[in-house]
């Protein structure tokens, strides 16, 4: 999921968390010590705003990291004024008042983003989707994608999406097992796959002529024919693509899906050559 810029909202929140602080932190400490050279500077009979060698380099860093950061985050105001500072670090005349302006800008353009907060229970399944199903991916790498947003989705708490894209991951396995029971129907995936591998295991063993173990069709008849009652009562097609009908997926339910996914997928790779 992400905003503008291409930017995550986990990068969002670890910007605002991690990187924030860091930047305001930077920020004070710059106006301490440029309140305290100013000081020394007017004890020394100088002007209060010159800054010497070394402290328009300390300046220079914490203002360009700090710029860094708001591009990062499309805070456009914070870079334009970043920019204002950084000329007046040049020009030698930077002012202690804009540097606050600065933090206080920062704080007003990050109100008006919105950040979802991740449970850390779930931030495995959002920053690493592919975590646990490497080796199903491996075999079937066109499910990456819809592996990534299942684990997301659930991440997020968006449990029908979830459910969605279990059956897409599902499917991808079902068009596999669908090319090696030689289906006909031109709308390959769940009602293509579950009809040929119905009618091969239903003519009964001396009938097969898959290549495939008939033991293992039908242990995978069973379970899909079952997966297909529990799930696919709740979901339709529209365009060729299957849709949740009504989001009524509790979190436990919608794990269950998953991980029963992930189960049948793995007795599919034992079973396929």
Known sequence: MTLAGGVCLLELLRFYAEAYVGIGKELLDLEVCRQVDASENEGKGLPGDVLDDDSQ???LQVIENAKKGFEKLGLKVCVLHANELLYSIHSGSLDMRDVRALHHNMDRELSTHFFVGVPESKKDLYCN??????????KF???TEDTEEMNKCYA???????VFHSLLVVEHGLIALGKLLSVTDPKEGWDASCKKLASVVNAGHSQNSTGLNFAFL???NACIQTMKLAWRNKVNHASGKPIVMYGSFSP????DIIAASRSFLRRLIEGIP
């Open 57 to 59: 380099q300390d300046a």
């Open 129 to 138: 989707p592919k975590k646990g199903w490497e080796e199903i991916l491996a």
């Open 141 to 143: 790498p066109s499910a």
């Open 156 to 162: 997020l708490c968006r449990y029908s999406a979830a």
């Open 218 to 220: 039908e242990q995978v």
């Open 252 to 255: 436990d339910v919608t794990e």
